[in-house]
């Protein structure tokens, strides 16, 4: 089943791949370069999960990810990052993270992600 | 055998107290001044050493020393244009560069420098350190500098030059390498001096020149250095996973440097890639820099069969920067039991020293030397390379070092 998907990254290129990746299997509904921009998006938006990058100018990840699960407790977020340290990642559960993914990644790693965390039933 | 960075700071002034009498011995020859543009002290493999020969195309004539210090010392440079220095000294040498007579004048030339730099470290030690004749060699694919080290030993036996480091063939044990580079002012033609002592040798002058109270176990530098290594394989193989082209390590290296010849690192060519801050134990700057042509096959490698405007083919650049930075500095957090953050990636487009001087500027705010970490990733075929510096500042560096210091021992 499509999945509506809202992508963080600050860069340009990564949101362009990660839309490319996710193009046959689900809907890419907005795109965020911050995480103010991501609160705000997903408020506006309320997608099925959120593919959220964690080191980004004005607002990083961990932080968006805490205010949006925060606001909703059932928000899905993957973390997508290419931080692969340990005491990130328990950074990322504590703000409530669902799943991560560590860059580069791969498109299988991206759909199994959204599997895990939302769920693969039609 | 500690180590301290006092002592480093020591060594670092000696080596280039020693690259001078060589700068003046070649002067005196020559009738060409010369000056010494970077000392450094280098933690390093030997095959690390090898391929900085082969990439700058350099032969060398090596000398032996044994005494106060035993070892090896190396003058290395540019035979073409080293010979029309030579000519002062063997008059019509230049006229057939490959010629013996010009060899001898090249070796003599080697004995006289050489020479020189030795006498500087025995006045320091206080001890007589006698010199062995000058070898003359060009590596080429049979002959490895590893087999040159272990095969020109005065008394025929093969120098121990290793430090450690857990090493699974003899050119991946680390060395400790005392490297100057020195430049003719009007010609030119650069020399590059390596000093490399044996292990007891590295502890007789580690001694003389004191333990400070932070000094560590110099196992502590070699595993770090170690660390490097890994972070430099794991960049390699996020660089491979992006692109889709096999990359390998050429090179990683640990260098104590002034931080005014940090930038003389680099080359005067262009350049493009990131500046990335890292905050944490360490905290620093680190850059990934590609040559132009190298960031457009990656950025063509990144983005198969799209015409991408120049915005897109920046972020592209400025994304695998990013990664490789992650790759690089992941490890380091994970062994150091801590955490690195990591900036958001700056795109730089400048000439190599020129992107560098604004993050040496920065830290000469605090300190006079800098630990530089440099590596080289490339393609086989040489499709691409990526060279990655890393300048992490000295005091937190040296925290890091303390944390590693149980480990080594």
């Known amino acids: 089943m499509a999945r509506s998907v809202l992508v963080v990254d600050d860069s340009a290129f990564m949101r362009n791949l990660l839309k490319q990746l996710l193009e046959d299997d689900h809907d890419v509904v907005g795109e965020a370069e911050n995480g103010v921009e991501a609160v705000e998006l997903y408020h506006d938006l309320d997608p099925d999960v959120v593919t959220m990058d964690v080191v980004m100018p004005i607002r990083n990840g961990i932080e ?45 790693n991206v759909l199994e992600a959204i599997d895990d965390v939302v769920g693969v039933e039609a | 055998m500690n180590l301290d960075v006092e002592s480093l700071r020591t060594f670092s ?7 001078e009498e060589a700068a003046d011995s070649l002067a005196t020859l020559t009738g060409f001044d010369s000056r010494v543009a970077v000392t450094k002290v280098e933690m390093s493999t030997r095959s690390d050493v090898e391929q900085e020969f082969r990439e700058r195309d350099l032969v060398s004539v090596h000398i032996g020393f044994s005494g106060g210090i035993d070892g090896r010392t190396v003058l290395a440079f540019d035979r073409d244009r080293a010979v029309s220095l030579v000519d002062a000294l063997v008059p019509g040498a230049a006229e057939d560069p490959a010629s013996d007579l010009a060899t001898s004048g090249l070796k003599e030339l080697g004995n006289i420098m050489l020479g020189g730099f030795i006498d500087g470290w025995a006045d320091f030690l206080g001890e007589r350190i006698d ?24 008394d025929g036996a093969s120098p121990d030059i290793a430090l450690g480091g857990g090493a699974r063939k003899a050119d991946q044990t680390h060395v400790l390498a005392f490297q100057n580079h020195l430049e003719t002012v ?37 595993t770090f250095s170690q660390m490097i290594t890994e972070g430099s394989g794991q960049a390699s193989a ?50 990934i820099l590609f ?26 650049i400025q994304e695998i920067g990013n990664i490789v930075t ?25 000439i190599g020293s020129a992107i560098v001087d604004p993050l040496v500027t920065e830290l000469a705010r605090t300190q006079e030397y ?40």
């Not at chain 2, 002034?13 to 690259?19: E, I, M, P, Q, T």
């Not at chain 2, 991408?308 to 972020?315: E, G, N, T, V, Y």
């Not at chain 2, 992650?326 to 795109?347: E, H, K, N, Q, V």
């Open chain 2, 131 to 154: 010199i062995t004749t000058p070898t003359y060699v060009e590596l080429d694919a049979d002959r490895s500098l590893a087999d040159v080290i272990d095969a020109d030993g005065a």
């Open chain 2, 13 to 19: 002034s000696l080596a280039h107290s020693g690259a």
């Open chain 2, 186 to 222: 009007d010609e030119e033609a650069g020399f590059y001096i390596y000093m490399l002592p044996t292990r007891d040798s590295v502890r007789r002058i580690v001694d003389a020149a004191g333990d400070g109270d932070d000094a560590l176990p110099v196992e502590t530098f070699t």
């Open chain 2, 238 to 287: 996020d660089l491979t996973t992006m692109t889709g082209i096999n990359t390998d390590v050429d090179v990683s290296r640990l260098s104590f440097v002034p931080i005014e010849g940090v930038p003389m690192q680099l080359t005067d060519e262009a350049r493009q890639g990131v500046v990335l801050e890292f905050t944490g134990t360490p905290s620093g700057y680190i850059a």
């Open chain 1, 64 to 108: 968006a990810t805490a205010e949006i699960k925060g606001d909703d407790p059932n928000a899905s977020v993957i973390m997508c990052t290419s931080v692969g340290q340990e005491e990130k990642m328990r950074e990322a559960v504590k703000a409530g993270a669902d799943g991560y993914i560590t860059k580069p990644f791969q498109k299988p």
């Open chain 2, 370 to 409: 800098a630990f530089l970490i440099d590596s080289a990733i490339a393609t086989p075929d040489e499709t691409f390379t990526c060279d990655i510096y890393a300048l992490p500042d000295e005091q937190e560096l040296r925290t890091a070092f303390e944390r590693l210091a149980p480990e080594a021992n």
């Open chain 2, 291 to 316: 040559d132009p042509e190298s960031a457009e096959s990656v950025a063509d490698a990144l983005m198969p069969g799209m015409d991408a405007d120049p915005a897109m083919r920046k972020s592209a």
């Open chain 2, 326 to 350: 992650s790759g690089f500095l992941d490890g380091w957090a994970d062994t150091l039991g801590t955490t690195i953050d990591i900036s958001p990636p700056t795109y730089v487009d400048d």
